[in-house]
């Protein structure tokens, strides 16, 4: 079966750094997409890796490693405008995209 | 204002009642999605449409149904519905379905009840 995993929940301190983690077993890869969704609200976009190695873009950067089946997303100054859920989405074989459940992230002040 | 509209933003149901949930894009994207979202278990698909014309059946299409006439609107219907389908729904669209195309414009979202 496809299976992506990311921790339920995080909680990290405003002005601080957080690394997302995910992790994905899929029936292969065509891409890795990141998406924030602030509750009540649509997901919307914020990264997307096919390469391994880094993507930085200001205070958000996503890491892809095709080998280990891993991504990670990294969020630098933590605002209280952070606080949302994170969804990692791999596109496989099909081109279909498979999500991961999310991670609600908790900024404290 | 370019983007996707669904409608209605809310609905209660009873169980048993045809339902019909609306969505419109002006991105001219060639393809769309129908997802649910239930706590702890992320989007789920429930079906997609490439190009105008065609559809296809996602992770669970059980009790619903779509059709794509033209390019912009993805209605979903649920014929009869049933508690098990409370829940909110997206619908999303992009602009191809392979590699940095496969970037989906998210609706937002349509939350259902079925009593």
């Known amino acids: 079966g496809q299976n992506i995993d990311q921790p339920t929940e995080m909680t990290a301190t405003e002005g601080a750094i957080v690394q997302i983690n995910c992790t994905y077993q899929?029936?292969?890869?065509?891409?890795l997409f990141w998406y924030q969704q602030h509750a009540g609200e649509a997901p919307t976009f914020l990264s997307y890796n096919v390469l391994d190695g880094l993507e930085e873009k200001g205070r958000f950067s996503s890491f892809l490693s095709r080998s280990k089946g891993y991504s990670y997303l990294l969020l630098k100054e933590l605002q209280m405008k952070d606080s949302a859920s994170y969804l990692c989405?791999?596109?496989?074989?099909?081109?279909?995209?498979?999500w991961g459940a999310g991670t609600k992230l908790i900024i404290k002040p | 204002i370019a983007g996707i509209t669904q409608a209605p933003t809310s609905q209660i149901l009873a169980a048993g009642r045809r339902m019909t949930l609306r969505c419109t894009q002006d991105m001219r994207h060639n393809a769309m999605y129908w997802y649910r979202q239930d706590l702890g278990l992320g989007l789920r698909l429930i079906h997609y449409s490439n190009t105008a014309g065609t559809t296809g059946k996602g992770e669970v299409p059980d009790g619903y149904s779509v059709s794509r006439a033209n390019t912009d609107d993805f209605p979903l219907t649920l014929a009869s519905a049933v508690p098990s389908q409370t829940s909110v729904y997206f619908c999303a669209s992009s602009a191809g379905t392979t590699g940095r195309d496969n970037e989906q414009f998210f609706g937002p979202g349509t939350r259902l009840t079925v009593l």
């Open positions: 899929t029936s292969g890869f065509n891409g």
């Open positions: 989405a791999v596109q496989d074989s099909n081109y279909q995209l498979i």
